[in-house]
């Protein structure tokens, strides 16, 4: 069985640039999250999507960042304008429901 | 807001002997409280989960014990191996309609052999 897989690993660009993440979950799981990772810190989250219904976007700094999972099933991240602080590892994950989530492999940022 | 605690940041023990991690919560409504195990540069991957209904699981080495009335949760790793290696992360499930999910902030464990 396929797992969450993440693309691209890793994404290097000037402060003030776009950039996008994408994420396929595993195959079944309605709900889906975005998470940021800093450096030494435990994973937080951006927002979570039950199919394509954004349920808990209360993190995400809505000025700059915005996703989307427009079939219930992909989903993207983008950042735009990104600034220096948006260095981090973005990590996607699916669940069933209320239990484990399976991560992905992330998505590491770096904006110079 | 939810919050959880985690401690200690960094945990060093020698091949063989035990390791325990302690997480504290806020949030009385939490349900669900698992752990992961991130190694370097890899996913968080689960390694063992506990509900608020039960007290205690284990899984070969590793158990996590539960006390609700004092908020706070273990991680124990016993007869460690340099395998053990990594960070780990507690988390907690608030249901407060949709299930969300906080992680601590994580522990490194270093096993020597």
């Known amino acids: 069985e396929a797992g969450v897989v993440q693309s691209p690993r890793y994404k290097i660009i000037e402060k003030k640039q776009p950039v996008a993440f994408w994420c396929n979950p595993i195959s079944g799981h309605n709900t889906l999250y975005w998470y940021r990772q800093n450096l030494g810190q435990g994973p937080e989250l951006l927002i979570r999507y039950e199919n394509e219904e954004a349920v808990d976007d209360s993190q995400l700094p809505k000025d700059r960042f915005s996703a989307e999972r427009l079939k219930g099933v992909d989903s993207t991240l983008k950042i735009q304008p990104a600034e220096l602080g948006d260095s981090a590892v973005y990590l996607c994950?699916?669940?069933?429901?209320?239990?484990?989530?399976?991560f992905g492999e992330g998505s590491r940022l770096t904006v110079l | 807001g939810e919050n959880v605690e985690q401690h200690p940041s960094t945990l060093s023990v020698q091949e063989g002997d035990s390791a325990v991690i302690k997480c504290t919560y806020s949030d009385s409504a939490s349900n669900y409280f698992p752990w992961y195990k991130q190694e370097l540069g890899k996913r968080p991957q689960l390694i063992i989960d506990i509900r608020s209904n039960v007290g205690e699981k284990k899984d070969q080495r590793i158990a996590v014990t539960l006390n609700k009335t004092a908020k706070h949760f273990s991680l124990h790793i016993t007869e460690t191996q340099p395998e053990d290696s990594a960070v780990y992360f507690c988390a907690a499930m608030w249901d407060t309609g949709f299930q969300k999910l906080v992680f601590g902030t994580g522990t490194r464990l270093l096993v020597s052999p």
């Open positions: 994950a699916s669940s069933l429901g209320p239990g484990e989530l399976f």
